[in-house]
């Protein structure tokens, strides 16, 4: 079944010539019999065949399977007209409750009032050298990384009700800074570290797979609901008390305990081409994440805002929870896939890995 045995076979012949010195190149093109041509021909008709064949399956299928959100602005201007700009903050019966603004945040937080958010979530740019569609972040020094911090903390902190519960995204460099600074504004009361797999390997150094996720509180009387953000997990060991299962369940799909979860968060993947929530924005958080610190930190219709907006994912997915939202996102390309996300969030409340009121591990098909 290999019809191109005998042309291999020939062509290898001439070249262990070749090899030898007894016969150049051209000479062995020379050699070649009517037979060898016509199967040579064949033989790349073949593999002309199979790559599209390849092709086909595996490119094709993948763009058709491929979900990400790319909308280009002269498309989008729709979305972008739902939005609300900086000159509209300024007028008076201007409602903020389920918006997104596109707008500098350093220019609309003024106009936003005191004690709006019952919850706000911030991921601002990491201090590394990275472009946000076309507009480059620039890696600063600690001293001005410190100092822009403090900016954005001394322009938002106003929005957080007393008792309003607030987390900051950062990588384990700017960690070192925010975690720090954080204090100044809030009680610092946890650092979650999320695993999140995915990253770049590097030469000299550990690859960069994990995140910080810091956790504070305008006071102490704060909201925590422990049992709205339990983790689904497979039974190892599975303990009996009096023939009774301890602690965990058996369903149809196998042994499972729910359990608290800790601040080590390693059942979330980075949103990818085949899930619906995914966009084309380099630093898109998954809505699982921000599902959990929404559950955790707010009640239905309490209002979550977010500043640095992004994709939209933390108003997405207060949406999808029943909760309000507002956010503010200077890109005009992130603000349209963001509004088309918040629309398509109008039919479709999944949030992958989450299901039955539960988290559910990594990979867990759910
Ligand atoms: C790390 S990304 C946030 C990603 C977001 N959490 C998501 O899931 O898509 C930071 C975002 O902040 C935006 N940004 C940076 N500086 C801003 C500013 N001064 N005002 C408003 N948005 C800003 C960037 O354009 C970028 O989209």
Not at 137 to 153: C, G, I, V
Not at 164 to 172: A, E, P, R, T
Request: glycine share 6%.
């Amino acid at each position: 079944m290999r019809p191109w045995r005998n042309w291999q076979t020939r062509t290898f012949e001439g070249r262990v010539g070749d090899r030898a010195g007894s016969s150049p190149a051209g000479r062995t093109i020379k050699k070649m019999s009517h037979r060898s041509r016509s199967d040579a021909i064949f033989f790349m008709y073949y593999v002309g065949i199979r790559t599209k064949m390849w092709y086909d399956y595996h490119v094709m299928n993948e763009s058709h399977r491929n979900k990400t959100i790319n909308t280009e602005i002269a498309d989008g201007k729709a979305y972008l007209n739902a939005c609300l700009r900086l000159e509209d903050l300024a007028g008076k019966d201007i409602c903020l409750i389920d918006s997104l603004v596109c707008a500098d945040l350093f220019k609309a937080c003024k106009y936003v009032p005191d004690e709006l958010a019952d919850l706000m979530i911030l991921d601002p740019p990491y201090n590394l050298t990275k472009e946000y569609n076309g507009e480059n972040f620039s890696k600063m020094n600690a001293a001005d990384y410190e100092a822009y911090t403090r900016r954005w903390l001394d322009a938002t902190s106003h929005i957080l009700k007393t008792g309003g519960s607030i987390y900051v995204c950062c990588d384990w460099e700017s960690s070192l800074i925010i975690g720090r600074v954080l204090g100044d504004y809030y009680t610092v009361r946890n650092r979650i570290t999320w695993q999140r797999e995915k990253g770049r390997g590097a030469k000299s150094n550990w690859k960069n797979s994990m995140e910080d996720i810091w956790f504070a509180t305008k006071g102490d009387d704060y909201l925590f609901n422990i049992d709205d953000v339990k983790l689904r997990r497979k039974v190892i060991a599975p303990y009996r008390e009096d023939g009774h299962p301890k602690d965990w369940e058996e369903t149809e799909d196998g042994k499972f305990r729910d359990t608290h979860p800790s601040n080590f968060w390693d059942d979330i993947t980075v949103p990818f081409w085949s899930m619906s929530e995914n966009t084309a924005h380099p630093a898109q958080k998954p809505e699982k994440l921000m599902a959990r610190l929404i559950l955790a930190s707010t009640n239905k219709g309490d209002l979550i805002f977010d500043p640095f907006a992004g994709s939209g994912t933390s108003c997405v997915t207060a949406k999808k929870l029943g909760r309000h939202y507002m956010g503010i996102e200077k890109d005009e390309r992130y603000c349209i896939w963001a509004q088309q996300r918040l629309e398509m969030a109008d039919t479709d409340h999944r949030i992958q890995g989450y299901e039955e009121g539960v988290f559910w591990e990594r990979n867990a098909r759910r």
